[in-house]
């Protein structure tokens, strides 16, 4: 820093910030901090099988001076969700991670390369957000576990334009959820799929995932965005999981973004590295999931062998269009248990058929609620 003359330089500090990896933008937090705990954190890069060593992040908390007992909270968690994150990917996109806790209106944040903002609402805000798209009150954890995860979709993996933001913030979503599951189990896991069910089905009819943050534009509606960009996006992807399994879902998950890391990707782009893993054609699943915003419509039926050894269920869609999906039919038996089956539905016609163990009471479709529907089915 050069001094001018005559300049008093007591109280001013030279910044140097180098960054070894590409960033999509240079962003910085300033306000009168007070440093907090720091740590290391081990991560398991490789898969369990590989024997790969773990690497290293230094990870460190910052605060306003009121959130000083919040901060030294979230080190901890902020460092289980990156491990997860990496243990998912197998690989960290940054060298270091600082998680900058902030006072605001409102709960949510900002994940710039190497940066998690994160705001906490201030006890006399006036604004009420139990009922936004983006708002999990069961689980606290969310908007870190959302923000943390743009480490890697938006940041490490960018966005060509504003119709392909959903990568970003539908990724970051569904990781978020991802890391429910590992918190808090399948329950707390099921649970928010089926409220990004919800807002997906409720929202549809507004316009396609495609259509970004121009969704409810014209109506000043920013909760339209969050409920197509942010929970239909998440749930299209879980949609994807179902369909094709988990290990080909996250080995393509992981050629996406070894394929596009530090460079922009869009729907093109993710499709092809599910396609590539799975060895199917997407296009039409992409196209009206994302590009479109009707959704599937179903009528079932289902018959009993007359030896009352199996039953095949026979789903049509009525169109007009045909869809893609995976579907939950849940065998409801005379014993009092159940049995879920996943129906992959790609025709105007599919049919399945398992054996019975015991006599059927009846067949209910999509008792999980994990699939957005058009009317009754």
């Known amino acids: ?8 330089t007591a109280s001013r500090r030279l910044f140097l910030f180098r960054a070894p990896v590409p960033l ?4 910085c937090v300033v306000s009168r901090f007070i440093p907090g705990d720091a740590r290391d954190i081990s991560l398991q890069m ?3 099988a590989s024997g790969a060593p773990p690497a290293m992040l230094p990870l460190r908390i910052i605060s306003s001076a009121r959130q000083r007992g919040r901060a030294r909270d979230l080190l901890d968690r902020a460092g289980d969700i990156t491990s997860f994150y990496a243990s998912v990917m197998r690989e960290i996109p940054y060298p270091s991670l600082n998680v900058a806790v902030v006072e605001s209106n409102v709960p949510g944040g900002h994940s710039p390369a190497y940066l998690v903002i994160l705001n906490q609402p201030l006890p006399t805000t006036p604004f009420v957000w139990r009922d936004d798209p983006a708002a999990f009150d069961e689980y606290p954890d969310f908007f870190i576990a959302h923000e943390i995860a743009h480490q ?3 940041q490490a993996v960018g966005w060509k334009n504003y119709h392909e933001q959903w990568l970003s913030e539908g990724l970051a979503q569904y990781f ?3 890391y429910a ?3 808090k189990g399948p329950q707390v896991f099921n649970s928010l799929l089926r409220q990004l069910t919800k807002w997906a089905e409720d929202t549809s009819d507004q316009g396609p995932v495609y259509l970004g943050y121009r969704l409810g534009y014209l109506k000043g509606a920013g909760r339209t965005f969050r409920a197509l960009v942010y929970n239909k996006a998440a749930i299209v992807v879980h949609m994807l999981r179902r369909m094709l399994g988990d290990e080909t879902f996250f080995n393509a998950l992981r050629r996406f973004y070894t394929e596009h890391r530090f460079e922009k990707a869009g729907v093109d782009d993710f499709k092809h590295a599910f396609e590539a893993e799975s060895g199917q054609t997407l296009g039409r699943f992409f196209e009206r999931w994302i590009q ?5 419509q179903l009528t079932s039926a289902y018959t009993v062998a007359p030896d009352g050894t199996s ?4 789903l049509k869609q009525p169109g007009p269009q045909l869809f893609d999906f995976p579907i939950t039919a849940t065998l409801a038996l005379a014993d009092g248990t159940f049995e879920d089956h996943t129906v992959v539905v790609t025709d105007v016609e599919t049919r399945a058929t398992w054996p019975l163990k015991t006599r059927l009471k009846t067949v209910v479709l999509n008792r999980d609620r994990l699939t957005p529907m058009s009317g009754r089915h």
């Open 24 to 27: 999509r933008y240079l962003a």
């Open 311 to 314: 039953v095949t269920i026979t």
């Open 152 to 154: 890697w979709w938006g």
């Open 292 to 296: 479109g915003q009707d959704l599937p």
């Open 1 to 8: 820093m050069l001094k001018a003359a005559g300049e008093d």
């Open 46 to 48: 490789g898969s369990a």
């Open 181 to 183: 599951e590992h918190q």
């Open 176 to 178: 978020a959820v991802l």
